[in-house]
């Protein structure tokens, strides 16, 4: 499936914007082992189905040119695995808009200073990304990720302004399954 091909009504016409949602993959427990939260890692078993998971995201065409993420540990690693794992190859950028605990409208006026992105994935932290996935939306209840879980929504253009379109709402073992 190609970015233009989901496209209809009044958002084709004008320039609009891919927006990936992706929840960190498999991580440490938090506990007495990572006493600090923001340095906890992903497990290898993580690692390695965030991996299987981008390629099935990849061979759906996905054509992300910028990954904003999380500072924290679990989200950058998961975010180098993403853009790695691409045929695009993102850059990735760190921001603090996406640590936990920010409000939707936080990271919509950190997506403003890339309006210029066609495609861009946000790499982060439940309940924020189901909090920011139906605010822009427009949907009463947060959208619940799965660690390694992605969502797409399209929307006219950055900043955003809900709402977008939810174009589909991805489980890792659906994107797995579409792994060449």
Same mark, same amino acid.
């Given at each position: 499936? =190609? /970015?233009?091909?989901? /496209? =209809?009504?009044? @958002? $084709? @016409? =004008? ?15 938090? %506990?007495? @082992? ?5 340095? /906890? ?8 189905? &965030? ?7 990849? @061979?759906?065409?996905?054509?992300? =040119? +910028? ?38 409208? /936080? &990271?919509?006026?950190? +997506? *403003? ?7 861009? *994935? +946000? ?8 909090? !920011?996935? $139906?605010?822009?939306? %427009?949907?009463?209840? $947060? !959208?619940?990720?799965?660690?390694? %879980? ?23 073992? &659906? !994107?797995?399954? !579409?792994?060449?």
């Amino acid at each position: 499936m =190609t /970015r233009s091909s989901s /496209r =209809t009504g009044p @958002a $084709a @016409a =004008t320039r609009g914007v891919t927006l990936y949602l992706v929840r960190h993959a498999i991580a440490e427990p938090s %506990g007495s @082992a990572w006493p600090d939260d923001t340095k /906890r890692p992903l497990t290898h078993r993580g690692m390695a189905r &965030m991996r299987e998971a981008v390629r099935g995201l990849d @061979a759906m065409g996905a054509d992300i =040119t +910028l990954v904003l993420t999380s500072p924290l540990i679990r989200a950058r690693q998961t975010a180098e695995i993403l853009a790695q794992g691409l045929t695009s190859t993102p850059v990735v950028e760190l921001t603090n808009a996406l640590i936990p605990g920010q409000p939707p409208a /936080r &990271m919509a006026e950190a +997506l *403003a200073s890339h309006s210029r992105s066609p495609s861009v *994935a +946000l790499v982060g932290h439940e309940p924020g990304l189901g909090e !920011l996935a $139906a605010w822009l939306i %427009g949907a009463r209840e $947060a !959208l619940p990720f799965k660690k390694g %879980g992605i969502c797409r929504i399209d929307l006219p253009s950055l900043p955003p302004v809900p709402p977008g379109q939810l174009i589909w709402f991805a489980l890792p073992k &659906m !994107l797995r399954a !579409l792994e060449p």
